[in-house]
């Protein structure tokens, strides 16, 4: 006869990996072009001058130059002036 009760499986005890979001270079270095600057989900930070978004919203630098992150008013979808984030490329010459 058993003298230990069966150990059953519990329902708790998963997680998820960590997706890595967050800024990749930050304000004041150099990005050559392609290179990823911001991974995150939603726009947090909008792109600026020299810079793109991917389908996930990405931000990625489309010329070679320093990170400038500034923050500006600009309408919403319904015309509220808001305070947004941008992320911008300055050219080097």
């Not at 499986?9 to 990996?17: E, F, H, K, P, Y």
């Not at 991974?39 to 400038?68: E, S």
Request: aromatic residues 6%; proline residues 1%; hydrophobic residues 40%.
């Amino acid at each position: 006869m058993a003298h230990k009760k069966a150990g059953g499986s519990t329902q708790l005890g998963r997680d998820s990996a960590g997706q890595r979001l967050g800024v990749k270079i930050a304000d004041g270095q150099y990005a050559l072009e392609g290179q990823i600057i911001v991974r995150q989900r939603g726009t947090k930070i909008h792109p600026g001058k020299g810079v793109l978004r991917a389908k996930d919203d990405t931000l990625y630098a489309a010329v070679k130059g320093i990170v400038k992150f500034t923050q500006k008013k600009a309408a919403n979808f319904h015309g509220v002036l808001k305070a947004r984030k941008f992320a911008n490329i300055l050219v080097q010459k």
